[in-house]
């Protein structure tokens, strides 16, 4: 069983499950939008995003970016999925994020697009 992100109940009043592809998604907006040290017992889990945002937007630092991302996402999630594609658009306070990824055990490609959640930093 894969617990949904994020955590809520069903409608029985039992923790809330996920279906395998969902559950994947949730990962990696895991991974995209917490911060190191934001995990006490995982201190070094997440990457560095959210600091992004108000840096100069450059060309450097879009591709800079997307390697941080997909070093990211290989770190902590290579063992679950192969990572395709990642780009990022930052459009004044507002970071997208889009990552083009499959299961390592399927052959279908996801496409998903990623924003930080509503009332956090970015």
Known sequence: MNLIFPYQFDHRGRTGASDDGT?????????LFTAPSERVMLPEFG?????????PNALELASATRLLIQSALQRWLGELIVVQDVSVDA????????????????????????????????
């Open 23 to 31: 559950h994947i998604r949730d990962l990696i907006e895991q991974v």
């Open 47 to 55: 990457s560095r995003v959210a600091q992004l945002v108000f840096a």
């Open 91 to 122: 459009k004044g306070a507002t970071l997208e994020i889009t990552v083009t990824w499959r299961a390592v055990q399927e052959s279908q490609w996801q496409k998903h697009s990623f924003r930080p959640p509503a009332g956090s930093t970015p």
